[in-house]
């Protein structure tokens, strides 16, 4: 298998197979190993889960890691915060380990490829309108981007763009400049040294997943929160007019 060189921006470069239109890079290849070891993973772990004191090293370190990105959420998503932990910690958990398994000799992160993060970054896109329309209605969540007038509508959907985009330079531009730099480090400088960059390499990688996931939940946040701050309004504007009107 072809390794990633230095002079390569991207994994996507590195053709494994192709038929037709059909096409197997090295980015598709990590990605679905990545999926694979998480979803076997997490079958093996919660195939046993148990109620009681005494539980597996496996299933406490599940519950340490839910419990955590679930305080997260909470912190930003006062009210109905466990229904965005599948998608947060998915995000947290794809993004982490693809980093992580740098270590792993030949193995390319996934997220060095603008490709992955502009698809992930996609995700996030999408879910801020669904959380915002499901908590909301619509009619609300369209009102929005039309405050304080009809003016500013442009600028709140270049705002949109201008995130989804730092979101998928932001995570490519880190990791994809790591690797190029323990490359080259490797072909100039001894041993020792590169290995000290891939240990601080890989807290990067771990900092990247949490800045992505909290990044995501901030702009969904946002989103749903703001809706509710407006029909909360509307709704005290409504009881006031009832009580003169009375």
Known sequence: MEIVGI?????????????????????????WLVMTILVVTSLLV??????????????HFLEVVIATIRGEIKEMAKKGSDKYIPL???????????????????FVA????????????????IAVPFYGISANGLLHYLKEYFQPNFIFFPFHVMGELAR????????????????????????VTPLLFPVIMQALGLLIGIIQAYIFAILSMVYIASATSAHEEGHKHEEVKDAEFSE???
């Open 7 to 31: 002079n390569q921006i991207s994994p996507d470069q590195v053709i494994l197979w192709s038929w037709g239109f059909i096409t197997i890079n090295v980015t598709i290849l990590y990605t």
């Open 46 to 59: 919660t195939r046993k889960l148990s109620t009681d004191i005494n539980v597996s090293r496996w299933q």
């Open 88 to 106: 947060i910690g998915t995000l947290f958990l794809f993004i982490c380990l693809s980093n992580v398994l740098v270590i792993v000799p030949g």
């Open 110 to 125: 996934p997220t060095s490829s603008i490709t992955t993060t502009a698809a992930l970054a996609l995700c996030v896109f």
């Open 164 to 187: 989804t985009l730092a979101l998928t330079v932001r995570l490519f531009g880190n990791i994809m400049s790591h690797e190029k730099v323990i490359g080259i480090l490797l072909s």
């Open 244 to 246: 003169v009107t009375s």
